[in-house]
Nanobody, 119 residues
Framework: QVQLVESGGGLVQAGGSLRLSCAAS????????MAWYRQVPGKQRELVAS???????NYADSVKERFTISRDNAKNTVYLQMNSLKPEDTAVYYC?????????????WGQGTQVTVSS
């Protein structure tokens, strides 16, 4: 089985920064796309940023120029550097990875980490 463990969430004032990490472990041959999503109560989970194995990156318009996604393939880890945080960035952040093992390909989610930005 595959597990994704997130870390780095917390409480920060507006204008501050946080760095999220998500590490995958288990039966992993390779990981294709890694991504971060976020969700607030009563709303659908939305894509924040994604990065392919080849390094192609996509950002939601609301976080462009403020957030940076990166990955370390050797560590099966994805990062999200969040700068100039705004109260509207408050949400539970989830990582998502497309994992290929010997006999299967599937998408896995982290447990979520709370990010709270105070005004």
């Amino acid at each position: 089985q595959v597990q994704l463990v997130e870390s780095g969430g917390g409480l920060v004032q507006a204008g501050g920064s946080l760095r999220l990490s998500c590490a995958a472990s288990g039966r992993i041959n390779s990981i294709s796309t890694m991504a971060w999503y976020r969700q607030v109560p009563g709303k659908q989970r939305e894509l924040v940023a994604s990065i392919t194995r080849g390094g192609r990156i996509n950002y939601a318009d609301s976080v462009k120029e403020r957030f940076t996604i990166s990955r370390d393939n050797a560590k099966n880890t994805v990062y999200l550097q969040m700068n100039s945080l705004k109260p509207e960035d408050t949400a539970v952040y989830y990582c998502n990875m497309g994992v290929r093992s010997t006999f299967m390909y599937d998408a896995f989610w982290g447990q979520g980490t709370q990010v709270t930005v105070s005004s």
